[in-house]
């Protein structure tokens, strides 16, 4: 799993292609994630006691992680990630394209 909450990431995909914004859930079990403003969806409302009207709702859907790539602040672009284990048995990410260290895995 390459993407974490609070990462950024750049969409590479459908509506919302090379958008970049902050991750707000990734459920690893399904290896999606919700992403800011990302792929947007209305969600209607049935008319309730609380919400007379019904109404719909703006709503993030989840996004594949398949569908997204984490940006390198460095390169300043969506970059494939590998792993790297440090001396002190961490395991961090890194940018495949400049080698730069990008974060803890
Ligand atoms: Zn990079």
Redesign the pocket.
């Known amino acids: 799993m390459h993407i974490r909450r609070d990462d950024t990431v750049e969409v590479i995909t459908g509506e919302d292609r090379g958008v970049r914004a902050r991750v707000l859930r990734v459920n690893r079990r399904k290896r999606q994630a919700i992403v800011e403003g990302v792929n947007r969806v209305y969600k209607h409302l049935r008319r309730s006691r609380r919400n007379p009207q019904g109404g719909r709702l703006e709503i993030e859907a989840p996004i594949d992680l398949s569908n997204l790539k984490l940006v ?1 602040s ?2 300043d672009k969506g ?1 494939r990630v590998g792993a790297r284990i440090e001396d002190d048995g961490t395991k961090h990410r890194v ?1 495949r ?2 080698g ?1 260290d990008l974060g803890e895995l």
Do not use: D, I, M
Request: aromatic share 0%; with cysteine.
């Open positions: 390198c460095k390169c970059v940018c394209t400049c730069a």
